[in-house]
């Protein structure tokens, strides 16, 4: 999958992404979607991430990717709003965010499988508007915002979608692999 470049090539891979995303997450039967995830030791031992051991089942990750568009909503709002925020919330950066990952995961342990659909498809229509709302040099010209560092908004909004939507389908696919 080629980074998106425009705004066009970004709405189109985020949507493209997403699609790809459900259409996997149909084509598992109730038990599946249900069901704890078990890579295997062998398997989680040759794994470097440490998300392959945070993330128990689906809703694990969808609402992982839920609050990654929160992330991401509420960084551009404060930031066109005047409010100087960083992306990634006090105290964390990114040499630390696998923190803010795991306080994600606990925040949702109460959070049930239907609640984790819903919020995340809410969720990425607000993103799928937001990125809308901007023109391509809004997105893809560096330093255009002041806030966005030595990075384009395009960037964030890409990773807050397409990239993280195929990180998710990663971890779909070998849940189902493993289920055999």
Known sequence: MARAKTKEELIT???????????????M?????NA???FGDNFLQSQKEAHWTRDKNLRD????????HQLLLNWTAANLNG?????????YNWRTYGQMNIGFWEKHQTTSYEQSKAMLHESHAKVMTLMESFHDEELF???YFSWTGT???GSYCVSATASHYDWAMKKIKQHIKTRG
């Open 13 to 27: 891979s985020a949507k493209s992404q997403w699609d790809k995303l459900w259409q996997l997450i149909d084509s």
């Open 29 to 33: 039967d109730e038990e599946t979607q």
């Open 36 to 38: 704890p995830f078990n």
């Open 61 to 68: 990750i969808l609402i992982h990717l839920y609050e990654w």
């Open 83 to 91: 409010e100087t925020k960083p992306f990634l919330p006090e105290p």
């Open 141 to 143: 010209e560096k330093k």
């Open 151 to 153: 990075s384009t908004l």
